[in-house]
């Protein structure tokens, strides 16, 4: 579904670009979109979101990029997420890289802030889900709901055989919530557990 928001989504549109770089940074990132996007433009509501100063390249592998969540779900200290290089067009380091110099903002604004003719404008939780519903609605999928981003994420990652371990280490998930969201499992389980020798 990726594909077919960066197939429909306006990318010479400041807005659009924004959208693009928080999809692709919470599915690959296996985020919760109230861990990246404000419910609304009030100041208030992203007191605890990441800004552009909370991404760095990392020190020991610069093919991987963190950003700093200040406050999560689960860790009220916050987490890191880390972000490492797929296939074009939805790689999110190339897409937050593309966001950063088409909107280009104070280094404490909100992270996924796009620029308007009037200035500034934070892009919210809900502006981002219905723009990414109008695309995927023209495409005949069904309306989607925010977590299908960090479930997606965590299934891609699986399917793909990265190990289980790595995937829920890089999700920050708790033990027992990784495995109520794994979806195809028939899928997964010859992925990783098939033909094992005993």
């Avoid at 939805?90 to 802030?113: G, Q």
């Avoid at 891609?156 to 495995?179: N, Q, T």
Wanted: charged share 20%; with cysteine.
């Amino acid at each position: 579904m990726l594909r077919v928001l960066y197939e429909g989504l306006d990318l010479s549109n400041s807005r659009d670009i924004a959208v693009f770089a928080a999809a692709c940074v919470a599915f690959w990132g296996q985020c919760r979109l109230g861990e990246l996007l404000p419910t609304s433009r009030s100041p208030a509501a992203s007191k605890f979101l990441p800004t552009r100063k909370q991404i760095s390249l990392s020190s020991r592998n610069k093919r991987s990029t963190t950003i700093h969540l200040p406050r999560t779900k689960t860790k009220q200290r916050g987490e890191n997420v880390v972000l490492v290089a797929q296939s074009a067009p939805v790689d999110p380091r190339i897409a937050l890289e593309m966001h950063l110099l088409a909107n280009r903002c104070d280094s404490s604004s909100s992270l996924f802030t796009y620029v308007t003719s009037t200035g500034p404008m934070v892009l919210t939780k809900p502006k981002f889900m219905q723009r990414c519903n109008e695309i995927w609605k023209k495409a005949g999928y069904p309306h989607t709901t925010g977590h299908s981003f960090r479930i997606g994420g965590t299934t891609e990652l699986l399917l793909a055989g990265v190990s289980p371990d790595v995937v829920k280490a890089m999700g920050r998930w708790s033990s027992d919530a990784f495995h109520k969201y794994w979806r195809s499992l028939e899928d997964l389980a010859p992925i990783h557990a098939e033909l094992v020798t005993s």
